[in-house]
């Protein structure tokens, strides 16, 4: 009895130990000083889509879930200098900075996370721009423009729109573009079923799966989304013709491919 008993208190301690260190490590940075910690990532998954990027804004540009400038700047110089943009999904307002340079007079960011919004007035106060600068809280989904813009542009948020909503997606930017306008976004090809960080990402997006349908209300990011080639198809069946660059970012980006679509009718 005794020995059981040195054992089970050696054992009740050893778990204790282990829980504190492993409760400990939820209140550490996960990317660096001041990022996010693993409790808060945690608390943003179980949140909805729309709460989770509120908690999360402050501290989003300390993350790898921002689009870096190695991508943004040689993306928005493909498409010159227009007299109107518009950022869908802007976030914390990175693609607004990249942005800001090349527009001459409207510079618009859509965003349906107040958080992100408020974060991205924050990081554009200093920025340079001749163009009037417009936040919008709304759902891109639920967007009304109509001609408005030369130039539309998301980055890093094309997996928070469901394959389902994917064509009414590029209709809303069809419509909100002029004519002639063109749709600017980064994505990569169909990757082969044996491509290791393929089936990482594959593996990530059943956990999603899983959570959205054990927990309510749903948060909406999956990778793999809008590949090419089958996204080219889509984007003419909505009035856009394609061109894709490849070979245009440096490593470690350089899978990645940037899809210039104009509006053509």
Request: glycine share 6%; aromatic share 10%; hydrophobic share 45%.
């Amino acid at each position: 009895m005794m020995l059981t008993a040195i054992f089970d208190d050696i054992t009740v301690e050893m778990v204790i130990i282990r829980l504190r260190n492993y409760i400990a490590t939820w209140s550490v940075s996960m990317f660096g000083n001041n990022g996010p910690s693993f409790a808060e990532l945690i608390r943003q998954a179980l949140a909805s889509t729309r709460d989770g990027y509120d908690l999360l804004a402050p501290k989003f540009d300390l993350t790898p879930f921002r689009t870096p400038d190695e991508l943004l700047i040689p993306a928005v110089r493909v498409a010159g200098e227009v007299d109107s943009a518009l950022d869908i999904c802007c976030g914390t307002g990175a693609a607004m900075a990249a942005l800001a340079p090349h527009v001459r007079t409207r510079l618009c960011g859509i965003d349906f996370s107040e958080g992100m919004l408020e974060q991205a007035r924050f990081n554009l106060l200093e920025v340079s721009t001749t163009a009037g600068v417009e936040y919008i809280r709304q759902d891109v989904m639920e967007m009304r423009f109509e001609n408005e813009f030369d130039l539309a542009a998301c980055f890093g948020a094309l997996g928070h729109i469901l394959p389902a909503d994917e064509n009414l997606f590029l209709r809303r930017i069809h419509r909100a573009l002029k004519p002639g306008g063109y749709f600017i976004f980064i994505t990569g090809t169909k990757p082969s079923p044996m491509d290791l960080r393929a089936a990482v990402l594959r593996a990530f997006n059943l956990i999603m799966r899983i959570r959205n349908r054990l927990r309510k209300p749903e948060f909406i990011m999956y990778y793999l989304t809008f590949a090419l080639p089958e996204i080219e198809s889509k984007l003419r069946a909505e009035g856009f013709d394609c061109t894709v660059y490849e070979s245009m970012f440096e490593a470690p980006y350089q899978r990645a491919r940037l899809v210039v679509a104009r509006r053509v009718n």
